[in-house]
């Protein structure tokens, strides 16, 4: 019966430590048409879609109204000592970070600008300075970068594409570690009290 139980937990642990090694890829695809702003939010995991929102959403508004209603109250003594509990706790938030700009890693960064502004002058040096940039942007393997001058007509237009991946195997380490620490966990009390 203990030889079934260890084997059972030890299968868990391989399951949780396979998923936080098999990286998510986080696609964001915005595009901008005058001040109409579109695309979507995608997140997968071995090519299953996970999470999916649409930009603009619905949703977010009637949220920030919930939220708007529900607000604790917040004084100054209290944002005071949250502060300094942060200050206590950040060597520690610090090492989540760093943990978390090791397992990004960017697949692709896609831009595409149409710029213009109301004197041709002034469009042509904006597209001379975008163009003075672009060579050296586009020297960064995975990354590109374009830009089009629209003249005559006042203009700022373009599709953005971003796709990086995330490890989750030691942001996860790294909170737990600081989720042991007690200015974290005084941190934490404070702000959901």
């Given amino acids: 019966m203990i030889n079934i139980l260890i084997i059972i937990i030890l299968v868990i ?3 949780l430590a396979s998923i936080m090694m098999i990286p998510f890829y986080i696609t964001l695809n915005l595009g901008n048409n005058g001040l ?3 695309g979507y939010f995608k997140i997968t995991w071995m090519k299953i879609r996970i999470l999916k929102r649409d930009i603009p959403s ?3 508004k009637e949220k920030q109204e919930k939220k708007e209603k ?3 109250d917040w004084n100054l003594e209290r944002i005071l000592k949250v502060f300094n509990l942060f200050l206590d706790a950040l060597p520690y938030f610090k090492k989540i970070f760093f943990a978390f700009l090791r397992s990004l890693s960017l697949v692709r960064f896609k831009l595409d600008l149409k710029m ?3 004197s041709p002058v002034d469009t042509a040096q904006l597209a001379g300075f975008f163009w ?3 060579p050296m942007i586009n020297l960064v393997p995975r990354v590109s970068f374009s830009m089009s001058p629209i003249f005559m007509k006042t203009t700022f237009e373009g599709n953005l594409e971003v796709e990086i991946k995330l490890k989750l195997f030691w942001i996860v380490f790294e909170s737990l570690r600081a989720i042991t620490k007690k200015p974290v966990r ?3 009390n404070e ?3």
């Fill in 36 to 38: 109409e702003f579109s």
């Fill in 132 to 134: 003075t940039l672009s």
């Fill in 70 to 72: 529900e607000k604790a």
């Fill in 13 to 15: 642990i391989l399951l």
């Fill in 58 to 60: 619905e949703e977010k």
């Fill in 116 to 118: 213009g502004m109301d």
């Fill in 186 to 188: 005084n941190l934490i």
């Fill in 191 to 193: 702000v959901r009290a």
